[in-house]
């Protein structure tokens, strides 16, 4: 989970990491510091004389961000005079030119590290079947930084790839660059459709597209043509995310039986707007095949051209594809260089 932390009012702020760390600036007069997170009661905490730790608990509130359970139920949503969906229509009108792909050409290089590990282990687990049998495997158990639940790691692949886009005549070309594999998986029978699976989930996700698909099922993207219908936006307040201010906004579907994503934008006070952050969550009764929770977490930095692309991509998803076999958690980190492996140029016939 991350939470928004940041001086109410004064533009200062940021998020924390999965692990609920964070930093932020002290100022002279500022003893009151904001900590805000979807699904959780907003709180404000006064800083002590000479503190430079400050640990903070946050209660869970009406929205949960898994449970997609909107507010009270007697909440008045309006689109109309509403703050955070005019906001939200500037941002809508505004993607088209943010699209990567408004571009001529464009080439970029991709490196991926997906692992894959078993959910769910305990201590009594450690002591029977495989486990036992292989004593070694207790010292591979690490804590998932999103469930702080113990999974044990099976194995993990890193890819380097190299993408090539034309826009006229449309073409798209993924070149294989490279790809080392290492684990234990052997060990465990997870079967083919397990890649399979991950195949689909782990495609690109677009926010930018109108429709997101997961596992053949397509979702309605926070900014899509259809967004401010489907969705409740909120907004939260202004912070800086990397030293650029932003407008953090949370949403939820409208309806809380419609599947949909529930999560927070942060995007760019000024005329781009340009989105430089987004959290994503689908939850189990999101419908999708085997997904018992998705969390999408992307970044986006600025070319050296001004335009602003996608530069940190990652999701952690839990999968349950057989009641008589072990959860599953994967996790795919994607990292795209701005500085120095995106070239973009217009290419002009004459």
């Not at 964070?22 to 002279?28: A, D, V």
């Not at 001529?104 to 201590?123: A, H, R």
């Not at 259809?226 to 202004?238: G, N, P, R, W």
């Amino acid at each position: 989970m991350y939470i928004s932390v940041f001086y109410e009012g004064k533009g200062v702020g940021g998020i924390t990491d999965v692990n609920g760390v964070y930093k932020i600036e002290t100022r002279r007069g500022w003893n009151k510091v904001t900590f805000s997170a979807i699904g959780y009661v907003t709180k404000v905490v006064t800083i002590p004389s000479g503190a430079k730790e400050l640990n903070v608990k946050l209660s869970p509130a009406d929205i949960q961000l898994k449970e997609v359970v909107i507010k009270p139920q007697k909440e008045k949503y309006s689109r109309k005079n509403n703050p955070a969906v005019d906001f939200m229509r500037k941002v809508i009108a505004n993607k088209s030119a943010l699209r990567i792909e408004e571009n001529d050409y464009f080439k970029v290089d991709k490196y991926q590290k997906m692992k894959t590990s078993l959910n769910d282990i305990t201590p009594e687990k450690l002591e029977k079947g495989v486990y036992k049998k292989f004593s070694f495997l207790a010292k591979q158990v690490e804590v998932s930084p999103r469930t702080n639940k113990m999974i044990l790691p099976i194995s993990i692949q890193e890819t380097a790839s190299q993408i090539l886009y034309r826009k006229d005549p449309k073409t798209e070309k993924t070149i294989i660059k490279g790809v080392n594999t290492s684990g234990i998986d052997e060990l465990f029978s997870t079967g083919d459709m397990l890649s399979t699976v991950l195949k689909d989930v782990f495609s690109d996700v677009n926010i930018y597209d109108n429709n997101i698909r997961l596992l053949q099922t397509p979702f309605v993207s926070p900014i899509s043509e259809s967004a401010i219908s489907f969705y409740k936006f909120y907004l939260m307040d202004t912070v800086m995310v990397d030293k650029h201010e932003c407008v953090h906004l949370t949403f939820v579907p409208q309806n809380s039986q419609d599947f949909g994503f529930t999560g927070h934008l942060y995007v760019l006070k000024d005329s781009t707007y340009a989105v430089k952050r987004c959290l994503m969550n689908l939850p189990k009764k999101s419908g999708v095949n085997f997904v018992e929770n998705l969390d999408i977490i992307q970044n986006y930095e600025q070319l050296s051209n001004g335009q602003w692309v996608l530069t940190d991509d990652d999701m952690i998803v839990d999968l349950a594809l057989f009641k008589s076999m072990q959860g599953i958690q994967v996790s795919a980190q994607r990292n795209i260089p701005a500085t120095l492996s995106i070239r973009l140029k217009h290419v002009y016939s004459s």
